[in-house]
């Protein structure tokens, strides 16, 4: 089969989508590269242009030619028999939809499947998943019951029920913010939860050629400046990614437990990365991430780098077992 990076997408991740791409090509440098615009065309791009592009977590990528419908671009990837390593986040490349595409086409594709992807794009439905399997997870706070939560519990968080990347987070330290809260909720769904204090932290699951599946050592992180948004993910270097984190054994057992745990009841496959804030009591889980970010700069590969797995085998064994799974498939 022949080997294609497909990344870009429609929807706000499509810069973070850019960096990995730019690392998966490194990793795949016999790959070709397939850009995704915002204009629902599939465009085929150079290596140079591609590596070439500076600061992609800000500036937005051009391919500078004509493309072709994604629909014609998916028929292209069937009849070439190619595998497309998905380097793409958030919106329709990551709910699902684009799986289903590559599913009824019979296209290999790494990551998650369909349905498993959908389910785990909804915050709401994959906390419900995660606590069936055991998963300690926050309590819902529902919009109209806003201003008696607050009241109760001091502090609140909100976040698109379906995004990715922190985009859309509010803190709400004040009464103020319940304005901004319900502003933002106007326009899309938004899960609220009471604020937890603790340790952010993720914890990646690695499903390997031989369908055995391991975790990976959690990363612990510390905001450069007390947040852990868009800006502090990508463009702060204040911000530290601790790979090991500096956790208690009895810690890290839990992490890599309840990753593994979130992983098998989401049905993820090739592989995940759950998110969690270790507070006073153990771990509490926040979110599953079917298509993290795989940049040069990103936590999912540190906890390779940690565990001793090469970038470029990583991507390897998941192209081997996209193909597996399409043959299975079929």
């Known amino acids: 089969m022949r080997t294609t990076i497909l990344f870009g997408g429609t929807n706000k991740e499509r810069l973070v989508s850019v ?4 690392a998966l090509h490194r990793a795949l440098p016999e790959a070709d590269l397939w850009f995704w615009s915002v204009a629902d065309m599939v465009h085929e791009v150079g290596s140079r242009l591609l590596l070439e592009h500076q600061r992609p977590f800000e500036n937005e990528f051009q391919p500078g030619n004509r493309g072709v419908a994604l629909e014609a671009a998916l028929d292209k990837a069937k ?6 390593v998905l380097g793409l986040h958030g919106g329709r490349a990551e709910n699902g939809e684009l799986q289903a595409m590559c599913e009824l086409r019979g296209i290999a594709f790494t990551g ?11 915050k709401m439905a994959a906390k419900r998943f995660a606590a069936i399997s055991g998963v300690p997870a926050p ?5 109209e019951d806003l201003d008696a939560a607050f009241a109760e519990y001091g502090r609140l968080i909100a976040k698109p029920a379906r995004d990715g990347s922190s985009y859309g987070l ?3 330290n004040a009464k103020q913010d319940l304005v901004a809260v319900r502003n933002a909720a106007k326009t899309e769904e938004y899960v609220i939860e009471p604020f937890i204090a603790g340790i952010e932290a993720t914890c990646g699951v690695l499903e390997q050629s031989d369908g055995t599946l391991i975790s990976l050592p959690p990363v612990e992180i510390v905001p450069g400046e007390g947040t852990f948004d868009y800006a502090a993910k990508y463009l702060l270097k204040s911000t530290q990614e601790i790979c090991p984190g500096r956790f208690s054994p009895e810690i890290t057992a839990q992490l890599k437990d309840q990753a593994l745990r979130a992983h098998k009841a989401l049905s993820c496959t090739g592989y995940s990365r759950t998110d969690f804030i270790v507070a006073a009591k153990g771990p509490v889980y926040l979110e599953t ?3 993290p970010g795989l940049t040069a700069a990103s936590l999912y590969p540190k906890a390779l780098k940690a565990q001793g797995i090469e970038f470029p085998d990583f991507l390897r064994d998941q192209i081997t077992l996209a193909e597996r799974r399409a043959r299975e498939r079929a």
């Open 170 to 172: 509010i803190f709400v």
């Open 112 to 122: 998650s499947g369909s349905a498993s992807s959908n389910l785990a794009f909804d």
């Open 139 to 143: 309590a819902a706070v529902a919009l």
């Open 289 to 291: 991430n079917t298509l």
């Open 79 to 84: 009849a070439d028999h190619r595998v497309l």
């Open 19 to 22: 960096a990995t791409a730019q």
